[in-house]
């Protein structure tokens, strides 16, 4: 594989208390599958400093990229940019660009607000529509929390990500119990190594069944494989619905 | 703090490709806290037995206990088990009473459906009301991806579990820009060393705010940081609404 790959280290104590409901991983996952970046892991760590600069480290050295959400506003508990610093054992500076877009809002620039025009030394901003920008660090890209934000900021850093071949996926729902057909179907998947065939069991309104997904990067053996999947459930004497 | 601590380890390249909203981390973020039992950390995994095994290790050794989700069904893709078990460095054995309860559904005890029955060598099951039982081995709860049985499995785990003291939360949501009341905001977390005061910023219908939680295990002192906190807000215009 010479896809790129990526992780998301999700940070804060909000998502692990159960308090906020993570979304940002799902929405990272699929779009940077469309780009042929493969989302290799993801982590939810704790607003620690000691943990935040440790996977930090661990991640920008494992993968492509490493995307970071969350602990990049002006409160006390908003502690990421000094971490990303700190695990690239470099200061954090003023970034005259961030004070000129804050300078425009009208709002005071006291010094919780100046928290936010800091970044790492050597960083490139991440400029987007909707709030402040994010910020880019070699291979680590720092997002805001806020899904929305997120989303702009990850619009924003598109055009500096190195790019794979899109990874496709093609689907069918069979509506039979995975017991019934997992021996056949593990012989689709022996038959090609180039297709990753996963099975998600689903019980809809009482009717049990799996959703039967292929995903690639070759979108006419996707439907080829759909295809002997749903001849193998069919002769099992399962229905089938495509995607 | 003597509070025992988790990682919650997520298997499936469902959620990492974006399929699949995860939705147990929250659930189990929730509830242990609940117990006293403080979720340290979170990571998401793709079903590549390495990484699966190499995980499982790193985060067994860390924390007080680790639950996993997913990969623990019928068909190829599902394989949890077999790496707890190398992770562990045992095989893995049929279990009679898992076999019972399979004979009981009536369906056929297929060589697909058996290796549901297989579990690491030394491990406890955790039944559940709704499926056929999870499994425990040392410090590691192995539980389904599906949210309803991951669930059952989690209240079927609960009586093994050695508690904490229940940590709490309070919170109010302060209808003034983070930037506005941060300092004030940073001055009553270094007031109080053992609370962990966080604050998450909204926009309701155009109305910006953050919602300020206390999180602890006095509740006597959340209810007067979380006073203290109005009484700041208040004292810089805001408005406040006690959740």
Do not use: W
Not at 167 to 193: C, M, N, T
């Amino acid at each position: 594989m010479t896809q790129p790959t990526a992780c998301v280290l999700i940070i804060g104590n909000e998502i692990l208390s159960g308090k906020t409901q993570d979304t940002n991983l799902q929405f990272l996952g699929f779009e940077l599958s469309k780009l042929g970046i493969r989302l290799a892991e993801g982590r939810v760590v704790r607003d620690e400093p000691d943990a935040i600069i440790r996977h930090v480290n661990e991640c920008r050295a494992a993968f492509t990229y490493v995307f970071t959400t969350g602990g990049i506003g002006p409160t006390h508990d908003d502690i990421t940019t000094e971490c990303i610093a700190r695990a690239f054992g470099v200061p954090v500076v003023l970034n005259d660009t961030i004070v000129e877009i804050m300078k425009r809002s009208g709002r005071p620039l006291n010094e919780a607000r100046l928290k936010m025009a800091r970044i790492p030394q050597g960083a490139e901003i991440v400029e987007n529509t909707v709030s402040l920008p994010g910020f880019r660090i070699e291979n680590v890209f720092v997002f805001a929390g806020i899904p929305s934000i997120a989303r702009a900021m990850f619009v924003g850093a598109v055009p500096m990500l190195l790019q794979g071949t899109p990874i496709l996926s093609a689907s069918v729902d069979a509506y039979l119990r995975e017991g019934d057909f997992a021996e056949a179907l593990e012989q689709i998947q022996q038959k090609h190594a180039d297709v990753e065939i996963g099975s998600y069991p689903f019980n809809r309104d009482g009717k049990l069944g799996a959703t039967l997904v292929a995903r690639g990067t070759d979108r006419a053996l996707l439907g080829s494989v759909i295809s002997e999947i749903v001849a193998v459930i069919t002769a099992l004497g399962g229905e089938t619905k495509l995607n």
